[in-house]
């Protein structure tokens, strides 16, 4: 089966610092997310993207935070200035196609961000 | 938003069937059923959809009523792999991809 890739699969960074997560969607997927996990809460929105552009986005997704597709592969989130409460799981997901409800989506394993 | 509740776990030995149920009382006619399944430290990962009646696949079967207000993942004979948190979430028709998940059913199977 097909995967989402999502590098790297642990970044510890300083409070202040710019963080790059990196994840690779499915090659014929067209539309891409970024969810979070905080340890032991729920999975949340983060945003979605489609054509370049973001289709939407959560409360969570600030200034702080935005999102490049750069080439014909790669899907990036970048936080400008990490803080503590940044500290989370970052899943990237895609999906082939947005299905009214039905869309299934593929998620990678994740990107454990922990800030100091 | 349709909100959904469902068992915060269930403990299930190998081999037997594992029924979770989920209400959703304020589900809209353009929303859809759908179950994922998490293991510790990974993403969730896509078990089964449907609207109403019956759907099964390979990994589950899906039993949703015809006034759609819940829903039953059928896990068949589980296995120790089965371990796991099961989300129930309904996906509004319109939705750009935006899952909400909740806290999920965490099943654990023992031998």
């Known amino acids: 089966e097909p995967e989402v890739t999502q590098t790297p699969s642990h970044q510890v960074t300083q409070m202040g610092q710019e963080v790059i997560l990196r994840c690779v969607p499915i090659s014929n997927h067209l539309y891409f997310y970024w969810y979070r996990q905080i340890l032991g809460q729920k999975v949340e929105f983060l945003v979605s993207?489609?054509?370049?552009?973001?289709?939407?986005k959560s409360e969570i997704f600030d200034d702080q935070f935005s999102v490049e597709r750069p080439d014909g592969s790669n899907f990036t989130l970048k936080i400008r200035s990490t803080k503590l409460e940044d500290s989370a799981m970052y899943f990237c997901?895609?999906?082939?196609?947005?299905?009214?409800?039905?869309?299934?989506?593929?998620f990678g394993s994740g990107t454990q961000l922990s800030v100091l | 938003l349709a909100k959904t509740t469902q068992p915060i776990s269930m403990d299930s030995y190998e081999g037997q069937e594992v029924n979770i149920t989920c209400s959703h009382n304020n589900i809209a006619t353009n929303d859809y059923i759908t179950w994922y399944q998490q293991f510790p430290s990974q993403g969730p990962r896509f078990i089964i959809q449907g609207y109403k009646t019956k759907v099964t696949n390979e990994v589950a079967s899906l039993f949703i009523p015809a006034d759609r207000k819940s829903s039953t993942l059928s896990l068949p004979r589980v296995s120790l792999s089965d371990t796991a948190v099961y989300y129930c979430l309904v996906v509004q028709g319109d939705s750009w991809g935006k899952l909400q998940f909740g806290a999920g059913t965490q099943v654990v199977v023992t031998p």
């Open positions: 993207f489609y054509n370049n552009e973001i289709s939407e």
């Open positions: 997901a895609s999906s082939r196609s947005r299905g009214q409800g039905r869309e299934k989506l593929f």
